[in-house]
């Protein structure tokens, strides 16, 4: 740009003169410093702003999120709740101190969260505490609280993808039901798992039993099954099926004490050979048989003959396999001081007899029976 200069202004009166060239020169230098300005700004490559932009700023969001440090926008001291202090800030971060009352974390621990509002009295949010657990948040209106929700950690994932997927009861921890208006084949019942069959169903370990509590265990194709009937609480059977076999064993009973202690008492049909009941009120002749097989006889008697002639007889399922011997207590009466035996034999037939006695002076004056024996 060419700058052209004015000439001097001459005067007669020499001071006038120096004034008006002085300004000029003010001017001039003024006008060079101008126009080095914009050519400065006219060789200046960086882009400005233009209308857009000016308006995309002017409309912009001057809300503040956190911080001008970056740092949360509010914090939380202890004596302080976090709902209150974020319920009516909108979008923001915050930090609470250890030991804040609605904080989820333990009292010990920080917590830094973010909260995301999208209308009045509604919020919503995660955050993180010092500790690394997580959680997410919200509230509604009306609410004086914040719901905190502890999210899963890394742990908690690694137990849920190594827990077991297969389900062995309903969700609700009862066992499958299989009810009245079904018939239940025990033979389809071939996952792992727990049920409750109410009904008497098919290959069952009874028909008679309609409450039945049953556990199967799979390995592949070797199978256990055991039922527990539920309406008495002691009865229990089981069964296999091994892999190399096309059909089940037979249910087995599991035998219990109280099998054991069950069997009812019975009498002999008749005493024979002019043998008698000692004290029928207090020592009767009577004998039972568990469910082993195993056979007691109790009592005692007096006044038969000794030898091999019967006093009484078992009936056939309580009969020995072999013939047996025992010995029993004897009376003392003529023996004084001296414990007094007698043999008795128990034959396959079922055959009771006292062969002997020591007691020479009273043989059969009293004979205790208190002996027990396999039929097996």
């Not at 939380?76 to 709740?81: A, I, L, N, Q, Y």
Request: net charge negative.
């Amino acid at each position: 740009m060419e700058v052209k200069e004015p000439k001097p202004f001459e005067v007669n009166d020499k001071a006038h003169a120096d004034l008006f060239n002085d300004m000029v020169k003010v001017l001039l230098e003024n006008d060079h410093r101008l126009i080095e300005q914009f050519l400065k700004h006219t060789n200046d490559a960086k882009v400005h702003a233009s209308e857009i932009e000016k308006k995309k700023w002017n409309d912009s969001q001057s809300y503040k999120i956190t911080a001008d440090s970056g740092r949360q926008l509010i914090n939380v001291s202890t004596d302080g709740r976090i709902f209150d202090a974020i319920k009516d800030k909108g979008t923001c971060t915050f930090y609470a101190a250890a030991g804040v009352e609605d904080s989820p974390a333990s009292s010990n621990v920080s917590i830094r969260g973010l909260q995301t509002v999208g209308q009045e009295n509604i919020g919503t949010g995660f955050a993180v505490d010092s500790s690394g657990i997580a959680y997410s948040f919200y509230y509604q209106t009306g609410h004086t609280s914040i719901t905190w929700t502890k999210l899963p950690t890394e742990s908690d994932r690694n137990r849920w993808d190594n827990g077991q997927l297969v389900k062995i009861t309903q969700d609700n921890g009862k066992p499958f039901y299989h009810g009245f208006s079904s018939e239940t084949d025990y033979n389809t019942l071939t996952e792992t798992g727990m049920y409750l069959i109410y009904n008497t169903g098919v290959n069952g370990p009874s028909s008679s039993l309609n409450r039945v509590f049953l556990l199967v265990m799979s390995y592949g194709n070797t199978l256990v099954q055991i039922a527990y009937e539920s309406v008495y609480g002691k009865n229990t059977y089981f069964r296999v099926l091994k892999h190399n076999a096309e059909s089940w064993t037979p249910w087995e009973k599991q035998i219990t004490l109280s099998d054991l202690l069950d069997g009812a008492w019975e009498t002999p049909k008749e005493i024979k050979g002019n043998w008698q009941e000692y004290d029928p009120v207090n020592l009767p002749v009577k004998y039972r048989k568990n469910l082993l097989g195993e056979v007691e006889i109790v009592g005692a008697i007096k006044g038969g003959i000794l030898g091999n002639n019967p006093v009484f007889n078992l009936p056939a399922p309580y009969r020995p396999q072999q013939a047996m011997h025992f010995i029993g207590v004897a009376s003392s009466i003529g023996t004084p001081g001296v414990p007094q035996f007698h043999r008795t034999l128990i034959d396959k037939n079922g055959n009771v007899c006292v062969q002997s006695s020591s007691n020479n002076a009273n043989p059969t004056e009293f004979i205790t029976f208190g002996f027990k024996f396999s039929t097996r």
